[in-house]
């Protein structure tokens, strides 16, 4: 009865699901079609089953088919996958218990994917990008149709501003939820975006909406952003005592945790500029957008684990135990004086995409160079991702080490039992060396289903940005051309025809 109870107890534990991974080779081809322009293979790629096909991975699929879209100038067809992306997310998040306990007894790639905080407000950020252009530039169809309305645009400003406010509210729940913690709790496009799109509705209320979301700005710079090496030198002493740092005077942990860094000043000195722009005749009249590489790709590597030896006792009949204990030793190949250890993969990502120099330079219609300015880093999301996945280890790490060893420990326990049952029935036809055959072959198969079952869950928004880039100035009426610099990189980004009393929005992405 034991045998048979340790035996459905191991089929359970070991088939209550495992979805499907996608390859390293698929994710590469995935993104060497979107720095080949080739959007409609990197479609079919998210879409075929070497990608991930499961129902699990459904959010995965749809923000980075909306993000396909998105890069194709689609941008109706884009603000639908992310309207689907953001409305399972909202469901994801109030999850099923029978679901988490799946997830607690098989690995984490047969639970939901529900994005990472950070990729949850990106796909606001997103929905409101895409509000925000069709609204500037509308779209039209392969025979140049028009796609939306001149009336239709308005109303996408307006979807746009109701996206921001509809985010705020995300991110306070964030910040409630996190509240005295070092984790992604606030964005900063939530901030600068926010401000640009209640800017150009242009009320006297979405004005000083606008000055109060820079306002915002700084402070979160402040607050929680110098918790990132790209906009402070002591962001490890800062992390390291963020706590204490309530305690302490605003002057203190200016000087004693705070070293800024060109980034940041770069930043402040851009909100600084926005803010006097708002108070200004000659507002800032061209706003550049560039999302920068892909973030910093999930990857496995393995680590060890010592056995939890106490849970031992009550799995087999009493007076086995030291039997049992050099029988689980000698399965998982370890000395007798040590005790056994497992093996499982855990996500890292090893090092983050750090934010290139960009520069903007403006010429007028004689060539002649008028403004260089550098573009303000308002979101290191490389940086972000890597926070927020060493800060989630210590309890991914125990969930699949508590895991892995009842799967272990079942499995050690059933083959032993299952061994010890042969012995006992052919006592007079080498029944000791067929039992250790029988819990040996046992063991092994077990072993390598439970392998196949645990890999580690690197599933990721592929190709988001790495980092976001913004600057807004003011430019005379007249005809300009406005390049993109980086080191000795030069290339136009955009010729633009400035008429009094208009605005203009340019957004790219470079790789």
């Known amino acids: 009865m034991k045998i048979i109870n340790l035996n459905v107890l191991l089929l359970i534990l070991l088939t209550v699901g495992c979805a499907h991974k996608s390859t390293v080779n698929t994710v590469a081809n995935l993104k060497q079609s979107v720095l080949n322009s080739d959007f409609e293979t990197a479609e079919t790629i998210i879409k075929s089953k070497k990608f991930y096909d499961d129902e699990e991975s459904k959010l995965l699929r ?6 396909i879209r998105h890069l194709k100038k689609d941008y109706l067809g884009s603000l639908d996958f992310f309207d689907q992306a953001k409305a399972l997310s909202d469901k994801l998040y109030t999850v099923s218990i029978s679901k988490k306990v799946k997830a607690y007894l098989s690995s984490r ?13 990106h796909i606001r950020y997103m929905q409101a990008l895409n509000h925000f252009i069709l609204y500037k530039e509308g779209q039209v169809d392969k025979e ?6 001149a009336k239709a645009r308005r109303t996408h400003l307006f979807s746009a501003r109701a996206t921001i406010l509809e985010w705020d509210s995300l991110l306070d729940s964030y910040k409630g939820e996190t509240l005295g913690e070092n984790i992604f709790k606030d964005d900063m496009m939530a901030k600068l975006f926010g401000a640009l799109i209640h800017r150009e509705v242009g009320t006297r209320s979405d004005i000083n909406i606008a000055k109060q ?27 390291d005592d963020f706590e204490k740092l309530p305690k302490l005077k605003k002057e203190d942990i200016k ?28 507002r800032a009249n061209v706003s550049i957008l560039i999302g920068d590489r892909f973030i910093a790709a999930k990857k496995a590597k393995k680590i060890e684990f010592p056995m939890p030896l106490h849970w031992i006792p009550g799995m087999i009949p009493a007076g086995k135990k030291d039997d049992f204990l050099s029988y689980a030793r000698t399965m998982l190949a370890v000395g007798s004086a040590v005790d056994p250890m497992i093996k499982f993969e855990i996500p890292y990502i090893d090092d983050s995409v750090y934010p290139k120099n960009y520069l903007i ?42 895991r892995l060893a009842a799967k272990q420990l079942t499995a050690l326990a059933s083959s032993y039992m ?3 049952a042969v012995k006992s029935t052919n006592k007079k036809k080498g029944g000791e060396g067929l039992g250790f055959l029988t819990s040996t072959l046992s063991y092994v198969v077990a072993n390598q289903i439970i392998k196949n079952s645990e890999r580690a869950d690197t599933r990721h928004w592929h190709l988001m940005p790495a980092n976001i880039m913004v600057e807004n100035f003011y430019l005379k009426p007249g005809s300009y051309k406005l390049f993109l610099k980086s080191g000795n990189e030069k290339k136009l980004l955009k010729k633009l025809v400035i008429e009094k009393g208009k605005s203009y929005f340019i957004k790219n992405r470079v790789f």
């Open 361 to 402: 330079e403006v010429m007028d219609d004689q060539d002649k160079v008028m403004m260089t300015r550098p573009l303000a880093l308002a979101l290191p999301y490389a940086e972000v991702a890597k926070q927020s996945l060493d800060y989630r280890m210590p309890s991914i790490k125990t969930a699949i080490a508590t």
């Open 109 to 121: 790639l047969s639970d939901n994917y529900y994005g990472e905080k950070f990729e949850r407000s």
């Open 144 to 149: 140049g149709k028009e796609l939306v309305s």
């Open 418 to 420: 299952a061994g010890k």
């Open 62 to 67: 749809l923000i980075e088919l909306g993000t």
């Open 255 to 282: 000087k004693n945790y705070i070293a800024e860094t060109e980034w940041s000043k770069t930043l402040t000195s851009y909100i600084d500029r926005q803010l006097k722009s708002l108070k200004s005749k000659e």
């Open 213 to 239: 979301l820079y306002k915002d700005a700084k402070e979160l710079l402040y607050k929680n952003y110098n918790a990132y090496s790209s906009f402070n030198s002591l962001s490890k002493k800062f992390v």
